[in-house]
């Protein structure tokens, strides 16, 4: 929708020719699981590239807020799943990042992790961030709601529109905010259920299936 609304603004398209149409997931692989989790601390879980609009920066600036202000958080791990991006600064601006708040040991880059394997990576998670100032639809999130996994994200772009009311969504340029929200998940429990809950619930709204039968319906009402 919000692709839509922006092409309706930006080009003019009428928005009676525009169907959206949300993507699904493979719900026989993204599912939780119960493996043992892949590195032995506790960590909260970063799925994506490193390009300046997924705004991994102020991720990394509000996880060092977080182990900072609590002795409670001092073992736990930030893990980044994915390839820098094509760009080689995109890696350097997140070293440079690192490198300012000293976060070296505390976050560990996972590199490229084959599909089979991302159920474990969300499934052992404390929660997923995804800070993004934009996305098209976030695909991260989705995955990890059906693995079980708590998500905290953007109140910008087309994330409120795949979370629904199942995740927590914060300005992504707030710092503090970020770093409230992951806080809170970590210490409360409750939250931490009935996120789990809620995200298993909503992640089953979204499937393949779901995707091909409304994109056959749009081709049937244009032979038409």
């Known amino acids: ?9 930006q080009l003019k398209v009428p928005e009676e020719k525009i169907d959206g149409i949300y993507q699904g997931i493979d719900h026989k692989l993204f599912k939780p699981t119960h493996t043992p989790a892949p590195i032995k601390n506790p960590y909260i879980l970063y799925v994506g590239s490193e390009q ?21 958080f001092s073992e736990i791990k930030l893990v980044k799943v994915g390839s820098p991006g094509k760009m080689p600064s995109f890696r350097k601006n997140t070293l440079k990042t690192i490198d300012a708040l000293n976060l070296h ?11 089979k394997e991302l159920p474990n990576y969300y499934s052992n998670a404390k929660c997923l961030v995804l800070p993004s100032l934009y996305e098209g ?21 087309s994330l409120p529109e795949v979370v629904g009311d199942a995740g927590l969504m914060v300005d992504p340029r707030r710092v503090n905010a970020l770093k409230n929200a992951m806080r809170e998940v970590l210490i409360n429990e409750g939250l931490r259920r009935s996120m789990v809950k809620k995200g298993l619930k909503r992640a089953s709204n979204f499937s393949w299936q779901k995707t091909a039968k409304e994109t056959s319906e749009v081709y049937k009402e244009i032979a038409r």
Do not use: W
Request: with cysteine.
């Open 105 to 115: 040991k505390d976050v560990v880059f996972a590199g490229f992790v084959q599909r």
């Open 137 to 157: 639809f976030g695909r991260p999130v989705l995955e990890a709601m059906a693995c079980g996994c708590p998500v905290i994200t953007s109140n910008t772009s």
């Open 52 to 72: 300046p609009r997924k705004n991994i920066s102020t991720l990394l600036k509000a996880f060092y807020k977080l182990k900072k202000g609590d002795r409670r």
């Open 1 to 9: 929708k919000h692709t839509k609304n922006y092409l309706v603004k």
